[in-house]
């Protein structure tokens, strides 16, 4: 029988099961808001952006 899991390659480590990617309207509080919500609920590992992250402002410095 095949296994499906090789003992030579490393198992990979995730840290989320959903990267939640949203733009335009802020809708953190309204329909984002209640989906990661629900998705935390349901032990799905959600990640969303930094919340005191206003729009328009860089993520990081170029």
């Known amino acids: 029988m ?8 490393p198992i990979s480590r ?3 099961d959903v990267f939640l990617s949203f733009r335009g309207e802020d809708t953190r509080k309204n329909f984002t808001g209640h989906l ?8 799905i590992v959600t990640f969303r952006d930094d919340p005191k992250l206003e ?8």
């Open 2 to 9: 095949l296994s499906l899991l090789s003992t030579s390659s």
């Open 14 to 16: 995730k840290k989320y």
């Open 36 to 43: 990661y919500d629900a998705l935390q609920s349901s032990g």
């Open 55 to 62: 729009a328009g402002e860089e993520i990081a410095p170029c």
